[in-house]
C-alpha cells in the first residue's frame, strides 16, 4: 500500500466541481448521413446506418482507413479529434479509443483499479496492456524506470509522460497526439490535458516509451 500511496501523489486543486456525466460538451446520438449521388438502394441505406453506431463493429486497429467515407466514422472518433484539435482521420488506434472512452470521467481514487475510482499508473497500466499489449509495473516510479527515456519533442503515441510535484516521480500519463495527453486526474478523473499547461510544464520530468 506504501507504494501505491506514491504512485500518484501530484494533486490539482479545482475550484469548482462539475457534472462531467450530465453535462457532456459533445452531441450525442447524431448520425451522419451523405447522400450526394441521390437515392440508393435500401441495402446501401441499411449498411450506411448499422456502420455509424458503434466503435466495436470494427475489429482492425486501423480501421478509420477502411471507411469509405466521414459519414462512416462512429461519433465517439469525433469527440476525441475536437479533444486533441486533430484530423479524425489521424485517430487509428480504435482499442486506444475505446479505453478511453469506457473510462472517461472516472474518479481518481489513490490505490484504485475500477470504476469506482482509480489512479493514474493504474489507468496507464490497463491503457497500455489494452491498447498495445504491454504489462508495465504498477506505480508510475516502477513505469518510469521500465520505459526508455525519450526527447519531449519525440513524443508519439502510446509514449509515457512522468511528473513530479517534489524530487520524485508521483504521476503518470499517456500521450496521444498533437501534445495532449490522458491520465487520471485528481481533481477530474480520466481527462485528456495538455502539456504546455502551466500546471504540467512546470511538473514535467521526462517522457518514456515503452520497450
Known amino acids: 500500500m506504501a507504494g501505491l500511496l506514491q504512485s500518484c501523489a501530484l494533486f490539482r486543486p479545482s475550484p469548482v ?21 441521390g437515392p440508393k438502394s435500401d441495402q446501401t441505406q441499411d449498411r450506411n ?4 453506431g458503434s466503435i466495436e463493429d470494427r475489429s482492425e486497429g486501423t480501421y ?12 465517439v472518433v469525433f469527440r476525441y479529434a475536437v479533444l486533441l484539435d486533430i484530423e479524425v482521420e489521424k485517430l487509428t488506434n480504435k482499442k486506444l479509443i475505446e479505453y478511453v472512452h469506457q473510462w472517461w470521467a472516472v474518479p481518481y ?8 475510482g482509480i489512479d493514474c499508473s493504474a489507468f496507464v497500466q490497463g491503457l497500455t496492456n489494452e491498447a498495445f499489449g504491454v504489462s508495465l509495473p504498477r506505480t508510475s516510479r516502477e513505469q518510469a524506470d521500465y520505459c526508455k527515456e525519450i526527447s519531449r519533442q519525440d513524443l508519439k503515441e502510446g509514449d509515457l509522460v512522468f511528473f513530479a510535484a517534489g524530487r520524485s516521480i ?20 480520466v481527462v485528456i ?17 515503452l520497450l
Open 109 to 116: 481514487r489513490i490505490g484504485g483499479n475500477s470504476k469506482e
Open 193 to 209: 490535458s495538455d502539456l504546455d499547461e502551466a500546471y504540467w510544464s512546470r511538473r514535467f520530468v521526462k517522457a518514456g516509451r
Open 170 to 189: 508521483s504521476h503518470v500519463g499517456m500521450y496521444i497526439s498533437n501534445n495532449k495527453f490522458v491520465h487520471a486526474s485528481t481533481s477530474m478523473g
Open 64 to 75: 478509420l482507413n477502411d471507411l469509405q467515407g466521414i459519414e462512416y466514422i462512429p461519433p
Open 17 to 37: 466541481k462539475s457534472n462531467r456525466t450530465n453535462n457532456s460538451p459533445f452531441f450525442d446520438n447524431i448520425a451522419i448521413s451523405l447522400n450526394p449521388k
Open 49 to 52: 446506418a448499422g456502420s455509424i
